[in-house]
Every structure is written in C-alpha cells, then in structure tokens.
C-alpha cells in the first residue's frame, strides 16, 4: 500500500471521528441531564430534580415535569457563563474544523497542490484540536463543581450528582482530540517540511569558481598576476638574447687583435 492511500484513509477516519465527536457535544447543549437530583418525600412521591446550561427542571413519579429558565443572565455566577462560552466555542470551532478538512483532504480533490490541501487539512486538524479542548474544559469543570460540593460536609444546599450529558460530553471531546491529533500529525508531516532538510545546491560553474578566486585574492595580489609567469619569463630571456647578439655582431675588431 502506497503511503498517499494510507495517508488518506487515516484522514477519512479522523475525519468520522471528529465528526461523531462534534455530533455528540451538539447533542450535550440541549439535554437538560447535566446534574440530577433525587428527593424522596413518601414512598408514593418522589421529586426528581436536573438542570443544564440554561435551565432547570423538576419532575414527580406521577409523570409531570416542569423546566424554568435562569430569570436573570447577569444574576447567574462567573462560572456558568465560562461553561457556556466554552461550549458553544467547542461547537462553533468544530463546524469550521469540519469545512477546512474536507476541502483539504486528499480524496476530495479540492484546492491547489498536495503540499496547499496538507496545510488547509493541518489548519483542520488544529481547529478541531481547539473544539475538543474547549469541550474538555467545560465537561471537567462542571463535573469538578459537583463532585465539590457533593463532598464539601459544609455545603448546606442540594447537592446534585453527575449527569448523563456530561459523560456525553467527555466522550465526543476524547473523539474530537484524537481525530484531531491524527489529522494535525500526518498533515503537519506533509505541507510543513522540516527545517533540517537541506536544499538542493547549484554546481559550481568554471565562472563561479574563476569570480570567487579573484575576490579571495589577498589585498597586496593584482589581476596581473593571474598571467603565468613563464610568459613574461620567457618574453625577458628572449630580449637578453636579442642584446647579446647585437652587442656581439656591434663590435669592430682591427687589424692588430689578428695578430
């Protein structure tokens, strides 16, 4: 099997994961079971207290529930609005995680190059990685709230326990975060190189090399003497033989030297 298929079908079954994550945490917002309570009076009644993000809820054995919104949104703790913003981030980021993967990924076949398509698929990838972190974020921290005031002995109001949506939660946040992660790894791999790879070098060329001897010369050094030598040596002998010769064919001799 090609590396590019195995790749590819790594991305298609990241890419289900994330999308069965992002379904689930969805699914979390409206469900009102994120903390329960029961409370039983007589053995004939029983109040069955919940709530969510939004609401609350309270229900009887005899079939009949009632929910009632927060009354005031700037009456409600610090702690309830992070749980909301982060939420709704975790959704919001996974919808455009989603848009960014498929146009990236390599069986879709939309986009520019391989090394454009890796990093739009990595920039997915990170977007879903930031989903289920904001999902995680808001599941633990309401779950922390609970078990808290659960086994606080000073806590004197109701104590309610872990609802069903949180579990929920955790489990599309843990397939947010591992699609993702995949996503990221082989993308990331692909469309940004490492730095360590070296380019690939021109070779030296006989001008190169000629232009880089001429600028290393030392300072005290000429072009001149690029020239070989034995030229200009061989120009001088020459003229000392062409001296020598006239001055031998120069001289006049008289009739008492024959003697």
Not at 164 to 174: H, L, P
Request: positive net charge.
């Amino acid at each position: 099997m090609k590396y590019r298929t195995l790749v590819m079908y790594m991305e298609i079954g990241s890419f289900v994961s994330c999308l069965c994550g992002w379904i689930l945490v969805c699914s979390t917002l409206p469900t009102e079971y994120w903390t329960f309570s029961e409370v039983g009076t007589i053995v004939l009644t029983t109040g069955n207290y919940y709530s969510n993000l939004w609401r609350d809820c309270v229900s009887d054995t005899t079939g009949v529930s009632d929910c009632k919104d927060y009354p005031s949104m700037l009456a409600l703790p610090v702690f309830l609005h992070a749980c909301r913003a982060l939420a709704v981030s975790a959704v919001i980021t996974g919808f455009f995680g989603g848009v960014l993967t498929l146009v990236g990924m390599k069986c879709t076949k939309i986009g520019g190059s391989e090394v454009a398509n890796a990093r739009v698929t990595f920039a997915g990838g990170l977007t879903y990685l930031t989903s289920g972190l904001c999902g995680m974020i808001t599941y633990s921290w309401w779950a922390n709230k609970i078990v808290t005031e659960f086994l606080d002995p000073n806590f004197r109001d109701q104590k309610f326990e872990i609802g069903a949506a949180v579990f929920v939660g955790w489990g599309g946040s843990i397939l947010l975060l591992s699609g993702g992660g995949v996503l990221t790894y082989f993308s990331g791999k692909e469309g940004l190189p490492s730095s360590s790879e070296k380019k690939p070098r021109r070779p030296g060329t006989y001008a190169s090399a000629r232009t880089r001897r001429t600028y290393m010369l030392p300072a005290s050094s000429s072009r001149v003497t690029l020239v070989p030598p034995l030229y200009y040596e061989g120009r001088k002998s020459r003229a000392t033989r062409g001296t020598r010769g006239t001055t031998k064919t120069g001289r006049t001799f008289s009739r008492d030297s024959f003697v």
